[in-house]
C-alpha cells in the first residue's frame, strides 16, 4: 500500500510562487508515475502535470511554461513548483502515484488571491 504525504500549500497573491511537495512510501516498483491533480469547488478533478520514474513529463496546457514538476527517485518525492499564480489555479492539489493503480494523497489547499 502506497502512502503520500503532501506539504505546501497555502495562500499567496496572484503573481507569486509556491512549491508543493509530496513524499510517497511504501512502493515496491522503481518503474511508477508521480503528479499532480487539482479539483476547484464545483469542477472535476483535472490532471496538472505528471512525471514518470525516467523523467519524461506532462503538463496541462493552462500551466504550461507557469509551473515545473520534478522528482527525486531516491527520496521518492515528487515537486511542483508553481509560478506566476493566478486566481484560477485555486483549487486542492492531490498528489497521485501510479503503478499498476492510482493512490492518492490527501489534497493541499493552494489559494490565488487577485
Known amino acids: 500500500q502506497v502512502q503520500l504525504v503532501e506539504s505546501g500549500g497555502g495562500l499567496v497573491q496572484a503573481g507569486g510562487s509556491l512549491r508543493l511537495s509530496c513524499a510517497a512510501s511504501g512502493s515496491s516498483s522503481s518503474i511508477n508515475a508521480m503528479g499532480w491533480y487539482r479539483q476547484a469547488p464545483g469542477k472535476q478533478r483535472e490532471l496538472v502535470a505528471i512525471?514518470?520514474?525516467?523523467?519524461?513529463?506532462r503538463y496541462a496546457d493552462s500551466v504550461k511554461g507557469r509551473f515545473t514538476i520534478s522528482r527525486d527517485n531516491a527520496k521518492n518525492t515528487v515537486y511542483l513548483q508553481m509560478n506566476s499564480l493566478k486566481p484560477e489555479d485555486t483549487a486542492v492539489y492531490y498528489c497521485?502515484?501510479?503503478?499498476?493503480?492510482?493512490?492518492w494523497g490527501q489534497g493541499t489547499q493552494v489559494t490565488v488571491s487577485s
Open positions: 512525471v514518470g520514474s525516467g523523467g519524461l513529463t
Open positions: 497521485s502515484y501510479y503503478y499498476m493503480t492510482h493512490y
